[in-house]
């Protein structure tokens, strides 16, 4: 017998997949997600830059665009739905006017998105990172929480780019979750861990399956298990719920008195690699078949017998100029080093392969080289290290006795 609690979950997304399964039956998109416009980053130029320099311009994504949509017929339509679904009631009445006032302009569906997000170039480059990377970024599903700005759209497809493009493609291919309850009783699962599943699942969860029948990688604001942490992800998920207030401390502009020093780059950038690391580790020994539903008990990255012993036995480097510092509040970062459970140690080693790789290579030769050919596929990067300026800069006096601390 279902629970109550879950009950409205299986019902609606029983009433999504009926409607989603009538639209794919009816429209057969093709030719999608081909990675051909976000390619992959392997220099710094993408790294080395503020959060207003280095995403593609307005006439890339147009082109983008247009080339998705030149063979697929109502694919705007479909995929603007899709970018704007929500359950909450708030969301649902704003878009209905957002709706009206674009049909009396006369406006196709471009104009929805470009009034979800309150802006042009944002709704764009969402649109145009969903046809290509099939990646969904979207507002949470509670209408009053913060809301992701166009220089953090900037930021996540900056990052986007330093994955490579065979990565991108199993990170994107969730199947959803479903028949919970039949599945607690086959597994026997405890009720204590039963909660912890029905807490960690969101509750719009099936607003994000796409007409092939699986969820994209999700990109929302939220805060994620504990409000004080920077980012979330959930094992068996590619959902990244990132907490907006602690996420902007790594900006650029961001100045701290504790170590005297001001960002001139977006360290954002690698909090979000670190997070599609956990994607990754997530997803790496997934056969696209079975569902994902519970934290510990299917194959990852950082609970392969094979690969613990590679994992705990790898150094990490040091960030440069402490700029990872901001963050010290955190438990698992040990000075200056993302270091708790095993999970975070892979997903901090996967971010230094693509965003420290000099300074990992000296420090952890074994690791660098188990990362490069096992799970890269021999692609390797440039890094910080090859940025043509500095990404900090130290404070003068006056900046240094009027900017914040750090954890603050």
């Known amino acids: 017998m279902l629970r109550p609690k879950i009950l409205p979950r299986v019902l609606l997304a029983l009433v999504l997949n009926i409607a989603t399964s009538t639209l794919a039956q009816q429209v057969a998109f093709t030719g999608l997600f081909q990675n051909k416009f976000f390619t992959l980053s392997q220099g710094a130029e993408l790294i080395c830059t503020t959060s207003a320099e280095g995403q593609l311009p307005v006439v890339r994504l147009r082109q983008a665009i247009a080339y998705y949509e030149s063979f697929n017929p109502g694919l705007r339509d479909a995929a603007v739905a899709f970018l704007t679904r929500h359950t909450n009631l708030d969301h649902l009445t704003e878009i209905r006017h957002i709706k009206r006032a674009c049909a009396k302009q006369h406006k196709d569906a471009l104009c929805l998105l470009e009034g979800y997000w309150d802006d042009t170039e944002s709704a764009l480059r969402v649109l145009a990172l969903f046809y290509d ?15 992701f700005e166009a220089d953090h759209i900037h930021s996540f497809e900056k990052a986007l780019r330093k994955i490579p493009p ?8 969730a199947k959803p979750l479903g028949n919970l309850d039949d599945a607690f009783k086959k597994a026997t699962i405890p ?15 099936e607003t994000r399956i ?7 990688l999700s990109i929302i604001p939220g805060t994620g298990f504990r409000d004080q942490v920077v980012a979330q992800v959930y094992s068996g998920s590619n959902n990244i719920i990132f907490t907006i207030k ?20 977006d360290f954002r950038i690698p909090l979000i690699v670190h997070e599609l690391g956990h994607v990754i580790d997530n997803f790496h020994f997934w056969d696209g078949k079975e569902e994902l539903y519970f934290f510990f008990w299917y194959r990852k990255l950082s609970t392969d ?24 509040y955190l438990w698992e970062v040990n000075n200056g080093r993302y270091n708790g459970k095993i999970n975070e140690k892979l997903a901090e080693l996967f971010a ?11 420090d952890s030769p074994n690791g660098y080289a188990w990362l490069r050919d096992d799970i890269f596929k021999g ?23 009027t900017a914040r601390a750090l954890g603050k």
């Open 210 to 216: 796409w007409l092939d029948g699986s969820q994209p």
């Open 352 to 362: 230094q392969y693509i965003l420290i790789p000099g300074q990992l290579k000296t």
């Open 191 to 205: 009720r204590a861990t039963q909660q912890l599943i029905l807490d960690a699942y969101p509750e719009d969860a």
């Open 305 to 328: 017998i094979i690969f613990v012993d590679l994992i705990k036995d790898s150094e990490l480097a040091l960030w440069p100029s402490h700029w990872f510092s901001a963050f010290e």
């Open 133 to 147: 990377t099939k990646t969904v970024i979207k507002h949470n599903n509670d209408y009053d929480y913060p809301r």
């Open 246 to 265: 602690n996420f902007d401390k790594a900006k650029d502009g961001q100045s701290y008195r504790d170590i005297g020093l001001t960002y001139l780059v």
């Open 166 to 173: 065979f990565m991108r493609r199993f990170i994107t291919q």
């Open 379 to 401: 692609i390797e990067y440039q890094g910080y290290e090859s940025c043509p300026n500095p990404v900090v800069r130290k404070l003068s006096w006056w900046e240094s006795a």
